[in-house]
C-alpha cells in the first residue's frame, strides 16, 4: 500500500473519509484509519475525526436492489456517513471468548488481501501495465508467459473452447 | 512482451505454416522480417494462431488443419470472422498481450472488428511482407492487432520500417516519423467528422455447425 501518498494527502487537507464496498469492522478501511493515526505527524494534522463510509455490516446481498441497499452510495459519500440498516440502532459486536481467535482471522485476511493488491492481472494488461510490474518486480517474464499460457489451457480448447471443429 | 502470431508468419519454432494441410509438421527455417523485429525488441513469440486457409477468408476461420476457431471471447457462436480470426480471438481473450495479423482483403479489420480490438492495416511499404505467406502481394499487409491504440502503435512502431528483403519498403524511407506515439492526442480527433455506409457489404453467411 502507498502509505506515503495517503499520509502525504491527509497532511495536506486535515481531512480523511475511506470508501470502501466491504462492512468496516476489520476491513481495508479500518487499516488505512489506523495507518493514518499511527503516525504522530499525521495525527496530529487532523482537523476532524477519520470517517469510513463502508457497507452495511452485513453480508453483502445477491439481489442486486439489496446490494445497492447495503452498499455505500453517493450520497453517503457526500455526508461523509456510514450505511446502517433504517431503524437499526448499531450495537457493539461482542465477539466472546473466541475474539482472540477472530482477530488472528482477520488479520491474516488483510495480509492476504494487502498480497493482492500486489498480485499482476492479465485481464486488459496493456504493454504499459507489463512494463511497470517488471519494472517494478511484481511480476517475472517467466511468471507472465506462464499466466498466458494457463489462460490459453483454460479457454482454448476447455471451457467457452474457442478452438473447436 | 508475449506476442500471438498468425500462422502465415515465418516464425523459428513454430510448425504449420499458412494453416493448410499441406504444410502440416513443416517448421520455419527463419523469422519473417516484423517477428525479427518484435524479437530484437524483446517481445517472445508465444503461439501461433489459427487463420483461415491461405488467409482466403474474410467472414471465416476456418482451415484445412481442424479444429477451427469458433468462436469470439465474447459469443461463443460468433465467428470471429477472417482471416486473421485466431489472433483477434486470443488476443480479446487476453491470452497474450498483443498480436500480429494479416490483411489482403479485410483480413486484420474485419476480425478487429469482430472481437473489440485495434488493428492496423497500414500503407502499402510501411512495412515488410518478408516471411508472410503471400496471398496477394499487391494488396498484402502484416500489421498489429491489440486491445488498445497504444498498444497497437507500440508495436507498429517496431515492426515498420525499412526492409532490404522487401524493396517495397524503400519507399517509406525518409517519409516515416521516428515513431507514431507523437499522433496518440487525446480529443485528437474532435472536430473530425466520420462516416459510414452500413450496408454496403453483403451479409455475413451463416456459421456452418
Known amino acids: ?94 465477539f466472546g471468548p473466541f475474539a482472540p481467535l477472530l482477530v488472528l482471522v482477520s488479520a491474516l485476511l488483510l495480509v492476504a488481501e ?23 518486480r511484481t511480476l517475472t517474464c517467466r511468471a507472465l508467459v506462464q499466466m498466458y499460457l494457463d489462460r490459453i489451457e483454460a479457454y482454448d480448447k476447455k471451457g467457452p473452447a474457442l478452438t473447436r471443429s | 512482451m ?18 493448410v494441410a499441406l504444410s502440416e509438421g513443416i517448421d520455419s527455417p527463419r523469422d519473417a522480417f516484423q517477428v525479427r523485429k518484435l524479437r530484437e525488441a524483446g517481445a ?10 491461405f488467409a482466403f477468408d474474410p467472414f471465416e476461420t476456418v482451415g484445412s488443419l481442424l479444429p477451427a476457431t469458433r468462436g469470439t471471447p465474447t459469443r461463443s457462436n460468433a465467428s470471429p470472422a477472417g482471416s486473421s480470426g485466431g489472433t483477434a480471438a486470443a488476443v ?20 478487429a472488428s469482430h472481437t473489440s480490438l485495434v488493428g492496423i492495416r497500414s500503407t502499402m511499404g510501411l512495412t515488410s511482407r518478408d516471411g508472410i505467406v503471400p496471398l496477394f502481394l499487391d494488396k498484402d499487409i502484416g500489421g498489429p492487432m491489440a486491445r488498445t491504440v497504444t498498444d497497437a502503435v507500440a508495436i507498429f512502431d517496431v515492426i515498420a520500417g525499412y526492409d532490404p528483403a522487401d524493396p ?15 499522433s496518440l492526442v487525446k ?6 467528422r466520420l462516416e459510414s455506409s452500413v450496408n454496403s457489404s453483403r451479409r455475413r453467411p451463416p456459421i456452418p455447425r
Open chain 2, 168 to 182: 517495397v519498403t524503400a519507399a517509406s524511407q525518409g517519409k516515416r516519423p521516428d515513431t507514431y506515439m507523437r
Open chain 2, 92 to 111: 480479446a481473450a487476453n491470452f497474450g498481450a498483443v498480436g500480429l495479423g494479416t490483411d489482403t482483403g479485410n483480413s486484420i479489420r474485419g476480425p
Open chain 2, 44 to 53: 517472445i513469440m508465444l503461439v501461433k494462431t489459427n487463420m483461415a486457409e
Open chain 1, 1 to 94: 500500500m502507498d502509505v506515503e501518498t495517503l499520509r502525504a494527502s491527509v497532511q495536506k487537507t486535515g481531512r480523511l473519509v475511506i470508501v470502501d464496498e466491504a462492512p468496516a469492522t476489520c476491513s481495508a478501511a479500518a487499516e488505512i484509519a489506523a495507518l493514518i493515526v499511527e503516525d504522530p505527524d499525521t495525527f496530529r494534522a487532523l482537523k476532524a475525526p477519520v470517517r469510513r463510509v463502508c457497507a452495511m455490516p452485513v453480508p453483502v446481498p445477491y439481489s442486486p436492489p439489496l446490494e445497492q441497499a447495503a452498499l455505500p452510495s453517493r450520497d453517503d459519500i457526500k455526508g461523509g456517513r456510514p450505511r446502517r440498516p433504517e431503524g437499526v440502532r448499531m450495537t457493539h459486536v461482542r
Open chain 1, 114 to 136: 494487502a498480497g493482492a493488491f500486489q498480485l499482476f492481472r492479465t485481464d486488459e494488461a496493456t504493454i504499459a501495465d507489463i512494463q511497470a510490474a517488471l519494472k517494478a
Open chain 2, 2 to 19: 508475449p506476442i500471438i502470431v498468425k500462422d502465415n508468419y515465418d516464425t523459428r519454432g513454430h510448425a504449420d505454416l499458412g494453416r
Open chain 2, 187 to 192: 480529443d485528437g480527433l474532435q472536430g473530425v
